[in-house]
Each structure stands twice: as structure tokens, then as C-alpha cells.
């Protein structure tokens, strides 16, 4: 209470009795989730029902049908599908590495690996020595013992980074285009470090992207443990390795963004989205990335239809089709958005995994950023408070557009998200029910406050 | 940056200057944790080699001795023993509990149970009609019901508190005296709802209290669904139920508080301690509680002597022997420090779980709080600010001989502690590296910031 009061005595635009009502009816949504929220039992169906869902395949298809069928089901004024193409990678096969000689000795010991997504087949058995690296300085440096062989790097997490995605942002460059990196000087194959804060030897796989002047040569990742063993063995010796990858692309797939819809009743010209990407990779349930927001996305909805809100903007929920390996769901709400002349004020994006909240991030101008800042102690009761720098990348194709959007996004705590990113790890069973139900909490309270009071 | 820069210009006590040292030794201490901590390691050896660790049982003494030698590995100025006597309950067999007649018809529905701790047996199978009552005052209400039956007490938390502990407080009564409070009206036995967030059907055991005026009847918790089911089913029908439990209790067993100590450059007569307990429940390995609060506390002796730390005041880094059914190791440490006229300015205990780090609750006068809330922006980079409300159940006896003590605590995210507290799954398995590391790092940097600039 006393925080209320404090921030009612700060506050120039909101009064105190607004306040009050504010905080009763976000506690009102809060109650319903805690003691009634779906997020759990759909999450279970889309990640036990459904499973993995990479763009292109039949599940993913699934999963859009499931979406449209269950929001429906809230009754929102709409549900509509957005038809998009999507690429069509395939893994084709089980990934193989494996060390088979060190300083000319013949030895052989597996290694747990994935091959990055997007990552072209390696054309049968490759066997090469091992150019280990720490980091693209490295390869610059030796970039003439490259040729004929297979390029390591050292992609391991910086684990001082107390915020996790400093440390992907930081290591990930070499997921993303260290492959054609090392192609430049001859390199045949490329191995990282699996983008991973786990202490366990599951390979973390992701997009990665070819330079179309390059030769594509297949890119893989190792299992933490298995990454740290090879990069001391060729620190001090040669090691030899061989890795075989099979993944191939057929024609763009065709996929569908799910949109549900309230209609505003003052601005229905102006509109508010939130949402998370049904797509995952292939090796895994996509539990956190993204089930999370998608089924935190339809909470909100399903509450609001709960408690009866009439939102005064329009509020649209969108299941975006694919993220992971093409950003073609995204692209396509933005595409049609500009098409359609639409009004976005402010998109949302739960695409951070489905644990604790901790913050609501918003890229915005300084005035609104002062404005939303002081919706922070109604959102802390239930762990949340507002922080610059949010957006992601479903949303993000709206900028493209219109750059007075306001980008925002759920940031949940980050130290398990890249335990199970990417991994086979992230299933069901490694995410929390109140968690889960507690970030859905934090965005339909923000989305009320954003409802009730606009962006400026 | 512009933190710390608005914590200076708002800070009367501390210099630009020292707030800048302040916050690279803390990130010193950070980096040395995140990338070499031990904490993982030893909850590791903890519970898998150790494992469960009931006071009196053969584990909890070794957890003491293993305590000691670690403790010892990383060189403080002494490490010593406090024996103290202990509780020496056991529970003697495999609980068991089944409905076996509804409404007048044989049935047979075994149900997941476990013995509360301190509740004694049963005596052979008791056999009764269930009395199913929300809460004391419908028990109150239906008195002249009791008798002979065994009552059911719906001690599910309520998941609109956001805090668990909150839930756990309003519902924990129902465990500690609910088998007292219906043996009055001549209940024969009692079954509790666990006290658990989980969604899932593990029972939660816990400590329990007699009141020793009245019949010592057994008491159990059941696993959560089948405690709904029991009460759905008691709502509408009459429901007899089985149960069978072997507690009882051996002389107190001998147990010790493990103390390693830094002794104080500039006030060494002043002490600041910090500590865990190493006792747990007989059904778990005992990993986030306490477990967590042991590796944490070496952790933070660690890292001071890695990094070469000569704290101003004397440092004690204390693992309690024994709280779960007794809290034995925290009277004995406190009735020490009063027979040695010690003089504790602070004390701070870890004891909700390894989770990812929320806040450093104070129990002090509101100058003591403004001046300790001084320091959030130093600890707010690793994910804590100082709240008020800290202590714990170990140094709590400490403000039986001097109330001026600084009762503070680590407080985790909550929202997963009451899945595994008690409960089988308090496992190592389910605490996170980064977390766990996280904790110790909160604590690490409040303790060193204490230590610079005292209490008052």
C-alpha cells in the first residue's frame, strides 16, 4: 500500500483513486490465472500432444490448426490464419562426429553433436585435422593453416555475464557465420562450442546463414563436455576428427500466423499485439522456445474473455508461424500490417522462455519511457518492473514500417533459459507451472496498463 | 553506469570514489564464483554421496565431518566444532494410507502419504471414516463429528499468493498442529493436503508439534492429487479410510554445528555470520534445502580467500546441524555466543533454496534499512536489492540474548521451492548451476559490504 501511495504522490497524470482501480483490476487478472490459468494444460498438449514443430513439418502445420481451434474456443471477436512460406530445412539423418586420431595415433571417441540449422549435408564422410580457435581473431591469425581442415571454435559462454543473452549475443556470431568464416580460407567443415550454460553434454543446435559467395560447408555443434575435451586435446596436439551431416532443404513450405482479435471500443484503429512463434527445432518439444509465449500469449486472451474486458484499442494475439530458421512469420504480420495501412502502437514479444518474470522491457522514446516507468509499482507485487531495451524478433519486422511502434518484450530470469535453448532438454517437463503462469500474469498486466492509458 | 552515478549523488555516506571500489571487489568476487565456483561440486558430492541427512542418522554426521575437511581445504583461520544434542526421530517404515470404502462399498484406492516428521505410529492399521474439513473454523464448527474418525484438513496452498512462503504460512499451520488440534475432539488420526505448489503427486513431509496435554494420534501428508480426490469425494459421500505410520524417536543423537571463522583485522570482537543448515529430511537428498544454504555459505569463505579478502570484522561461516525437526543447531550456537559474551552485529542465513536470487531481506531499525538500501544499486547487476524482512529459523535464536543482531536472509525466487520442499524431488538434479552461484554471489557482496561499513 505504501507503494502505492508513493506512487500516486509522483504521479501527474494518474490519480490516486485510478490507481486503486488499476491495481484491483490487475489483481483481479492475476487471481484468474494463478487459480484458473490454461497456459499449463495447453503447453502439456503442445508439447506432448504435438511435439517439435520446424517449419515445414506436418507438426507445425498442427500446431497452428490447434492454435486457431483453442483460441477460438475464448471466443475473441476473430481468429484469423495468415497463409506465409517458410523454409523447409531438413536434418536428414543423425549427425556424426567423432575423434579418430590424435598426433597420428588412431584412437576413436564419439562426440555428441547436432548440426546447426540451415546447415547444407556433407556430402558423405568428411575427415580432416582439427584447427581449433578461440575466436574469429584467432582464425584471422592462422588463417593459412586453415585449408583442408575442419575449423573449431571455441564458442564457449563468458559465464561472468550475469544477464545470459549477453553471453549468446556474445558467443552466437559464431553459430551464425562461422561457417563461411572459416570456408574463406578452405576450411571443409566447421565444429562450436553449443551455445550453452549447462553443466551436461547435450549439443545445442540453431540457425546459421551461408555467404551465398562461399562454399557452404557443413557446420555442427558439440556437447559442451565433448567441445571442452576436444579444444584441450588440439591445444596440445593434432586431432583428427570426422563429422557427417545430411541436412537439405526442400521448396518453402506453406504456414500460417494465427491471429485472434479484440475489438476496441474507443480506438479500434489502434492496435496492441502480443505474441510468441509457434515454430521449433526438430530435436526437442519447444517447451520454452517458444511454447512459453505462445501459450502465455493465449492466456492472455482467454483471461481478458474471463474477466469481460473490453479493451478500449484493439488487442491482437499472434501465434507467429516461424521464427527459429527464417523469421517468415514475423515478415509476413508486417508485410501485411503495411499492406493493410494498419496502426500498431505497440507490439509485445514473449519469446525468453517461460520462467519467473523479472521485467517488461520497452524500446521507446525517453517521454515514454518515463510514462511507463511509472506503472512499475503496479507490476513488482507480481515481479516485474519496466526496463529500456525490449522488442524481439517476430515483432520486430513492424519497425521496418513504422519506427514510432513501441517495441516491448517479457524478460524472464535468465540463467536456465540456454541450459535447454536449442537442446534436447527443452521438453514440458523442464518448465514450471507457476512460472509459466506468472509471466502471463506480467503481460496482461502491462497490456492493461498500455490499453488504459495508450503509449504517449 | 548512470546507476551507480545516481547512487552517488544520493549517497551522504560514501564517496564516488569508494562506491566505484565497491562495485569492481564485488564484481571481482562475482567473476570468481561464476567461473570457478565450487558451490555445484560440493552439493554435488552432498547429496549423491552423502544424500538425505536426518538429524541422528549416520549421514548428517558425516555431512559435518565432510563440512569440516572442505572447510578446512580453503585455509580460514579455524574451523571448529559446537557440539550439540539433536532430536532423534525416525520414521520407522513405509507409511502407508488407502481409501477402502465409499459410502458403505469396499473400494480400494492405495494414496501417496508420507509420515509428518515427529509424528509417531500408528500402532498397526487404524481404520476410520473420514472427516474432510476446509479449515479450523469448519473443524470447530463440526467438533461433535470428530470423534473416532480421522480428519482430513484441506491444507492446499493458495496460488494467488504470489510469495509461496506466504501460502506456506497460512497453510503450514494445518501441518505443525492440525493432528493436536482434532485429537482434542478424539480424532484417531489426520491427513493433510501437502503443502506443495506441485503438479504432481509427491507428499510433502515436514516437522510437527504435539500438544503433549492431549492423545499423540498419527499424522500424515498426502501426495496433491490424491489429497483433491479424497476431499472431492469426502464432500459427497462418506469415504473410510486405511492408514498405518512407525515414527518414533531414539535418544537425542550427538550432532555439531560446523564453524570456520575469519578473524577481523580492525574489529574482531565483532562478528558477522553467515550459515545454512546441513540437516534435511529422511526422503530426499536435502539439495535446495538446505543444501543450497550449506554451498553457499563455503562458497562465500572460498571466494574471500581466493581473492585474498581481510575482512575489517570476524567472519563466521556456520553450518547448523540440525532445523528441520528441532532447531537445535542454531539454540546451541546462540547460547554459545551468549556464554562467550560474543558480540554479533549481523547475521544472515540461506535457507529457501538455490534458486536465482531476489532480494537480501533486513530485519533492523529504519536508519539500519536506509542505510543498507543505499547498497541496492551494487547489488541490483547480480539481481538482489535489500528488502525488509530478513531471518531465519537458525539465527534466529540469536535475538534471544541480544536484539540489536541484524537478522537478515537470502531471498530466492520462490515460485519453485514448494514443488520439491520435503518432498522426494529435493534433489540435486533440480538445483541450477547459475543459480545456486548466483545466490552465493548476492551474499558474498552484501557480507563484504557489511563488513565495510558496519551495521549502524
Known sequence: MSRLLLLALSLPFIAQAQVNQDSITIKKMADEIMTNGKAYDLLRELTKKIGGRLAGSPQQQNAAIWGKRNMEAFNPDKVFMQPCKTPNWQRGGKDFAAIVGLDGKATTQKLEVLALGNSLGSNGLIEADVLAVANFDELEKRKDEVKGKIVYFNSEFDPTYIQTFKAYGASGVYRRTGASRAAKYGAVGVMIHSLSTAPDNAPHTGTMVYDETLPKIPAVALGPNDAKALYAMAKKGTVRVQMQTYGFFLPDADENNVVAELKGTEHPEEIITIGGHLDSWDVNEGAHDDGAGIVQTMEVLRTMKALNYQPKHTIRFVLFANEENGGKGGAKYAEL???????????????????????????????????????TPLLKPYG????????????????????????????????RYFDLHHAKTDVFENVNKRELLLGAVNIAAFIYLVDQYGVN
Request: aromatic share 8%.
Open 337 to 375: 500490417a503495411k499492406l493493410n495501412k494498419e496502426k500498431h502502437i505497440l507490439a509485445l514479444e514473449s519469446d525468453a522462455g517461460g520462467f519467473t518474470p523479472r521485467g517488461i522491457g520497452v524500446t521507446c522514446t525517453p517521454a515514454q519511457f518515463a510514462k511507463f516507468q511509472q506503472w
Open 384 to 415: 516485474t518492473e519496466v526496463n529500456t531495451g525490449g522488442g524481439g524478433a517476430d515483432i520486430g519486422h513492424l519497425t521496418g514500417y513504422d519506427k514510432t511502434i513501441v517495441m516491448s518484450s517479457l524478460s524472464p530470469d535468465s540463467q
